[in-house]
């Protein structure tokens, strides 16, 4: 028979190795539940969620020489408090473009040109539930090849507006630039960017989202667009919270497109 020191010890030990279980199966819940929220933030473009993704876009088939092109989007995201009411969203798309045989038979590698956008947005939705945002767009002719860029600095205004209803995402972003200067020699911009987009979340982390991204040069009379299909999941690296994500791009339009596409990347996430 054991002594009663003993059975104080396994008894001690047990309830420890007990408190430790709940612990992790607390640590555990508290990581699933920061997951779910940050995965529902990234759905929103004007969330105060510090964010930088790394926007891979692969496609090829590109008419006549059957090219492809490699475009990586780095677009930092960053929201800062301005009153007790209004955040003020900054946004830059800087792409990095590597293309062969989609101009010409030759390759081109380098910047293409920055898009900036900034959107005034209230803190809170309205009573009806709608988050939104307007302001300025910038573009800015940071292309270090001409084949990459228009060489045209552009100004215009965007909008952004979305409805969330528990784990649904659905919304709109538009935005309209004019070139104000630039290489006389080069076509003037006059271009819509629409992208309508709808989510879905899931426990753990989980979300599929859809959308199309479609640009209109009304200079040329070319329209020139892709849809969407993203599976995303946020994970921990170590003690970094990031997005992974994959899915299909479908293109469409009358301007020179390629037959398919893929789009994957990590979006790093710094929530306060």
Excluded at 44 to 52: C, D, G, Q, R, T
Excluded at 84 to 98: G, K, S, Y
Excluded at 191 to 202: D, G, S, W
Excluded at 233 to 255: C, D, E, H, T, W
Aim: aromatic fraction near 10%; include cysteine.
């Amino acid at each position: 028979m054991k002594s009663t020191s003993t059975l104080y010890r396994y008894g001690l030990l047990l309830f420890c190795l007990f408190l430790t279980s709940i612990s992790l199966l607390a640590q555990e819940e508290q990581q699933i539940s920061e997951a779910d929220l940050l995965a529902k933030e990234l759905q929103n473009p004007v969330a105060s969620l510090i964010s930088v993704p790394f926007q891979f876009n692969y496609d090829w088939g590109f008419d006549p020489y059957n090219g492809s092109r490699m475009l990586l989007n780095i677009q930092p995201v960053v929201p800062l408090s301005i009153s007790e009411d209004w955040n003020l969203i900054a946004r830059v798309i800087l792409p990095v473009i590597w293309q062969n045989d989609v101009v010409n038979t030759n390759s081109q590698f380098g910047l293409g040109d920055a898009v900036l956008s900034t959107f005034f947005s209230p803190k809170k939705p309205t009573a009806g539930g709608l988050t939104w945002g307007v302001g300025p767009v910038l573009l800015v002719p940071t292309a270090t090849k001409a084949l990459l860029g228009g060489e045209k600095f552009g100004i215009g205004p965007t909008v952004v507006a979305l409805q969330q209803a528990g784990s649904l995402t659905i919304g709109a972003l538009v935005n309209h630039t004019w070139s104000i200067a630039g290489d006389d020699n080069r076509s003037d911009v006059n271009a819509t960017f629409v992208q309508p987009f709808i989510a879905k979340n899931f426990p753990g982390g989980y979300a599929l989202s859809f959308n199309t991204e479609l640009a209109q040069d009304w200079e040329n009379d070319l329209t020139l667009g892709t849809i969407n299909l993203t599976g995303s999941k946020v994970v921990s690296l170590g003690s970094q919270m990031a997005s992974v994500f994959i899915g299909p791009r479908i293109p469409y339009g009358n301007a020179n497109r390629a037959d398919f596409g893929v789009r994957f990347g990590i979006a790093l996430l710094f929530p306060k």
